[in-house]
C-alpha cells in the first residue's frame, strides 16, 4: 500500500493543515513584556544549541505574521496549528495576565479566521516560563495548577474565536529530553526529576483540560509522540519485553491515565525503582483521566529493539533500560538520521486505534529535516526528497484509515524552516524554506506538491 503510485482520495472532512511552535519561528523574545522561557535560558548556555543558536529572531514570525498567514492560505491549509508562549501571556508564569502578550494572538488568530483558516491552539510547546523552572519546573506540583491558570486566562481571551485546544505538546521530549538526558531545556539529567514531570505534566494536562471545559471549550486535547517500536528479531521473546518497557516508558505511561483512567501497576513498579510515588495523589488520576475530544500524534521514524546483556539502554531518555540495545537506525535516513519507514506510521495508528477506541485522532506532526539547498535563480528549492516522504507518510496514514482507525487529519510538520531545538537553524524541517538572513520565504517543491494535495484531497 505504502510506496505504490495508486491515487488516493481521503475522507471528504479529513482536514488538512501545517504545524509551527512558538519558540522556533516567533522571534521577538523581548518584545510586548514577553519574559524568558527556559529556552531561552538553555539556548544562551555555551555547548547545547548548535553554533549558538537561539530563538531570538527565529523566522521574525512574531512581525511577519500576516505575510506568512497569506502563504497558508495561498496553500490552501485549512488549519494552522501554533502554540502560545506562556512568557508573553505570563511573563513571571503565575499572577497578572500580560494583555500585550496576549495581543499577538489574538490578531493571529482574527487573520487565520478571515482567511478561512481553523486556528488550532497547543498551549504548551516547550517554553516554560524561567521564574517557574527557578521554582522546580514541572517536578513542583505548583506549575501543573500554574498552567491551568494559564490556559484559563488564554481561553478567555481567545475561546469566543478558537475551537480546538490542545494542552502539551509531547510530553515525553519535555520530561524525558529536559528532565532525564539533558539535551533540551531546561537540561537536568535526574530520573527521579524526569518521573515527577511526567506526573505533573499529566495532572497540568487535567486540571487544563477541566479549566477550559468549565469555560466552555468544546474540542480539548493533547498530542503526544507514542514509540512506533519492533523487536530487532519478530521471533524472540526477550526482544518482545524490551519493546513492551519502551512502550511502558514513552507511551503508556501517558496515554493509559489520560485514557485508561490510570497508570497500569508494572509503570509504577519501574518508576518507584527511581523516586517515590508520594508526589502522585489520591484523585490526580480522576483528573488526568477526565474525557478528551482529540488525540494528536506526532510520528517522524520507528524504533528498533533488541535485548542484549551489557547494552546501556536509552540512558536517561529511558531510565531502567539497561540490557536494551537501541539499534542505529537504518538508512534511507533524514538529514536528522532518523529512519524513514512510513509502514511504521500505520502501525502506530492502528494499534492506538486497537488499545484506545472511541478517541479520534490526528496527525498533529509529521514531515522531515533534508539539507535543502535554495536554487541559484532564488526562486525555489527541489525537495524531492521531502516530497517522497511526505508522500509514503500521507500513504500510510490513508492505509490506516482504510483499515478503520478514526483518523481525522493531517498537519505537516513544518510550515517553514525553523529553530530546530538542539540542532538550532542547522536542520530545516519547512515545507517553505526560510533565508535567515533576509527572512525571505521561498515555498519548496513540497509545498507546490502539498498545495496539490490539499486540492485534490488525496494523491494522484
Ligand atoms: C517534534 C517537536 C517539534 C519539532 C519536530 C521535528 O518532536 O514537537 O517542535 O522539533 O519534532
Redesign the pocket.
Known amino acids: 500500500m505504502t510506496n505504490s503510485n495508486e491515487p488516493v482520495r481521503f475522507p471528504d472532512s479529513f482536514i488538512w493543515g501545517a504545524a509551527t511552535?512558538s519558540y522556533?519561528i516567533e522571534g521577538a523574545a523581548r518584545e510586548a513584556g514577553r519574559g524568558p522561557s527556559i529556552w531561552d535560558t538553555f539556548s544562551r548556555t555555551p555547548g547545547k544549541v548548535h553554533a549558538g543558536h537561539t530563538g531570538d529572531v527565529a523566522c521574525d514570525h512574531y512581525h511577519r505574521y500576516r505575510d506568512d498567514v497569506a502563504l497558508m492560505a495561498e496553500l490552501g491549509l485549512h488549519t494552522y496549528r501554533f502554540s502560545i508562549a506562556w512568557p508573553r501571556v505570563q511573563p513571571d508564569g503565575t499572577g497578572p495576565v500580560n494583555p500585550y502578550g496576549l495581543d499577538f494572538y489574538d490578531r493571529l488568530v482574527d487573520e487565520l479566521r478571515g482567511r478561512g483558516i481553523e486556528p488550532i491552539i497547543t498551549l504548551y510547546?516547550w517554553d516554560l516560563p524561567q521564574t517557574l523552572e527557578d521554582r522546580g519546573g514541572w517536578t513542583n506540583r505548583e506549575t501543573a495548577e500554574a498552567f491551568a491558570e494559564y490556559a484559563r486566562a488564554v481561553y478567555a481571551r481567545l475561546g469566543d474565536r478558537v475551537q480546538t485546544w490542545t494542552t502539551l505538546?509531547?510530553p515525553w521530549?519535555s520530561a524525558y529530553l529536559g528532565y532525564g538526558a539533558g539535551v533540551h531545556a531546561p537540561g537536568r539529567t535526574d530520573p527521579a526529576a524526569t518521573f515527577q514531570t511526567v506526573h505533573h505534566l499529566l495532572l497540568g494536562h487535567g486540571l487544563a483540560n477541566q479549566a477550559l471545559r468549565a469555560a466552555g471549550a468544546s474540542t480539548v486535547g493533547i498530542t503526544v509522540?507514542p514509540t512506533s517500536a519492533f523487536p530487532a528479531d519478530p521471533a524472540s521473546e526477550a526482544d518482545a519485553k524490551a519493546v513492551e518497557l519502551v512502550e511502558d516508558l514513552q507511551n503508556r505511561i501517558f496515554l493509559d491515565p489520560i485514557l485508561r483512567g490510570g497508570y497500569p501497576q508494572r509503570i509504577l513498579d519501574h518508576v518507584s525503582r527511581f523516586t517515590s510515588l508520594d508526589h502522585i495523589r489520591d484523585g490526580d488520576e480522576k483528573i488526568i483521566g477526565e474525557p478528551i475530544d482529540l488525540l494528536g500524534i506526532?510520528y517522524?521514524s520507528p524504533t528498533y529493539l533488541a535485548a542484549r546483556d551489557g547494552a546501556p539502554g536509552g540512558g536517561g531518555a529511558f531510565p531502567g533500560t539497561e540490557g536494551i540495545e537501541f539499534i542505529a537506525p537504518e538508512p534511507p535516513l533524514t538529514d536528522m538520521g532518523w529512519q524513514i519507514q512510513p509502514s511504521g506510521l500505520t502501525a502506530l495508528l492502528s494499534k492506538l486505534g486497537r488499545d484506545y477506541p472511541g478517541v479520534p485522532m490526528i496527525i498533529t506532526?509529521n514531515?522531515a529535516a533534508f539539507p535543502d539547498q535554495l536554487h541559484p535563480a532564488g526562486d525555489r528549492v527541489d525537495d524531492s526528497d521531502r516530497v517522497a516522504y511526505l508522500d509514503g507518510h500521507l500513504r500510510a496514514a490513508h492505509a490506516a484509515i482504510a483499515a478503520g482507525v478514526d483518523l481525522r487529519g493531517y498537519l505537516v510538520?513544518?510550515l517553514l524552516d525553523n529553530f530546530?531545538?538542539s540542532y538550532g537553524y542547522d536542520k530545516r524541517?519547512g515545507i517553505v524554506y526560510v533565508d535567515y538572513l533576509t527572512q525571505r520565504r521561498v515555498p519548496k517543491a513540497s509545498a507546490r506538491w502539498y498545495q496539490e494535495v490539499i486540492r485534490r484531497n488525496g494523491i494522484g
Open positions: 511552535a522556533q510547546h505538546n509531547e521530549c509522540n506526532n517522524y506532526e514531515g510538520w513544518s530546530e531545538w524541517f
